[in-house]
């Protein structure tokens, strides 16, 4: 047998959103050659595959970086397959324009006085959006966990004051009569100069050397056929996308899968790196000896 080819069912987890679709498509649908290693596939909304890296269910799987730093005993990141990137955060959203404005020079504060106890819907307690909302916003802890999806619509009935969207919605929350109080992408930014570590691509520790380098390689392959035929996955991005107007699929494609996705780097991990440091100091994630990438 071909020293780089290992005969192997692997249970991989993503997302339905574009990003991951696309990343994936070449992959899932073996338009590149996976040397013996078949894959069987899950589709789950980022806080399923968070905490279903919690319990290390699934061999290879996309995660918020903030849960990575929970499920760090368990698995080591791959170099390829991630989102990072400039311009990329989530946003923190509400339905009335004042309350919009009156809190959007408010970050870094941990009393906000009467809008303390504002209620806000986050897409789930271990994303990477909520620990950037903890950064910018250490002071609004009344959080509801809610699907990504529904937020807009909790906003508009009145069921929470402030949102916190991700995905597709940051392409929609306007045309449902929606203001934007702060980009946490740009708050990161401009507090670090690093790209937002949204999510990476994780897979088990426990699996042979060989076996994780070569997954690794076969994402970065994907990854590879996706930019070099971008149409190819049109109709599997469209059968799993929120929205199905394909110009906000991909738009949505190209704000999170870029050169990272293909390779950490040298500035994709110190960004991971930069982000661990942050929350550690703020006692928000254990600590660990483990190494946090695959083969450094």
């Not at 290390?56 to 990575?68: C, E, M, P, Q």
Request: with cysteine.
């Amino acid at each position: 047998m071909d020293k780089n080819k290992h005969e192997m069912e692997l249970t991989l987890g993503f997302s339905p959103c574009p990003n991951d679709t696309f990343i994936f498509d070449a992959l899932v649908h073996q338009k590149i050659p996976t040397n013996g290693l078949q894959f069987h596939v899950e589709y789950h909304d980022v806080e399923t595959l968070n905490h279903r890296a919690f319990n290390g269910d699934l061999d290879v799987t996309k995660l918020s970086y903030h849960t990575f730093a929970y499920a760090v005993e368990e698995y080591e990141l791959l170099d390829s397959g991630s989102a990072l990137g400039f311009g990329v955060g989530p946003l923190l959203i509400c339905k009335d324009s004042t309350l919009a404005e009156e809190l959007a020079d408010r970050t870094g504060q941990t009393d906000l006085g009467k809008w303390n106890n504002l209620k806000i819907g986050i897409p789930g307690k271990y994303t990477t959006a909520n620990f950037l909302l903890g950064l910018a916003y250490p002071g609004l802890q009344n959080k509801q966990e809610m699907l990504f999806s529904e937020i807009e619509e909790g906003l508009q009935q009145g069921a929470i004051d402030l949102g916190l969207i991700i995905h597709e919605n940051r392409f929609t929350y306007q045309q449902k009569g929606l203001h934007k109080i702060t980009d946490l992408g740009d708050f990161w930014e401009q507090t670090t100069s690093c790209p937002i570590p949204l999510g990476g691509i994780v897979i088990k520790r426990s699996l042979p050397e060989a076996v994780k380098h070569q997954v690794n390689q076969l994402i970065r392959e994907s990854v590879n056929f996706a930019f070099s035929n971008p149409k190819s996955g049109l109709d599997y991005i469209r059968s799993h996308a929120q929205e199905m107007d394909p110009e906000v699929m991909y738009k949505h494609i190209e704000l999170y899968v870029n050169a990272y996705s293909q390779e950490l780097g040298e500035k994709g991990r110190e960004a991971v790196e930069t982000m661990f440091e942050k929350a550690r100091e703020l006692n928000l994630i254990p600590t660990t000896s483990q190494k946090l990438f695959l083969g450094k």
